[in-house]
Nanobody
């Protein structure tokens, strides 16, 4: 059984930074594609960043250049460093592992979600 626990969210002013962490049991971050999603009320979860099993990284255009995904294989933990935060980054952030690779080359997640961590950016 996979358990994902996100932490590190909070309230920050625009332009500030936060570092989210995701700890897991039941899935190896080193051996799988993993990622971060976010969701705002009334909207679908969107993929923010992901790192493939071999280390290929993808970022949504909205966060490119500001966010950085990483993983610590020894600790089986992944991170999302968020810099230059904007009010539109306000959301609940969820980690996801393992991501599945579709025949079209896109990644998707069909597992259970953790509780997420709230990020609120004030203007």
């Amino acid at each position: 059984q996979v358990t994902l626990v996100e932490s590190g969210g909070g309230l920050v002013q625009a332009g500030g930074s936060l570092r989210l962490s995701c700890a897991s049991s039941g899935v190896s971050f080193r051996a799988n594609a993993v990622g971060w999603y976010r969701q705002t009320p009334g909207e679908q979860r969107e993929l923010v960043a992901r790192i493939s099993r071999v280390g290929t990284i993808y970022y949504a255009d909205s966060v490119k250049g500001r966010f950085a995904i990483s993983r610590d294989n020894a600790k089986n933990t992944m991170y999302l460093q968020m810099n230059s935060l904007k009010p539109e980054d306000t959301a609940v952030y969820y980690c996801a592992a393992p991501l599945q690779l579709s025949s079209t080359g896109s990644y998707y997640y069909r597992g259970s979600w953790g509780q997420g961590t709230q990020v609120t950016v004030s203007s």
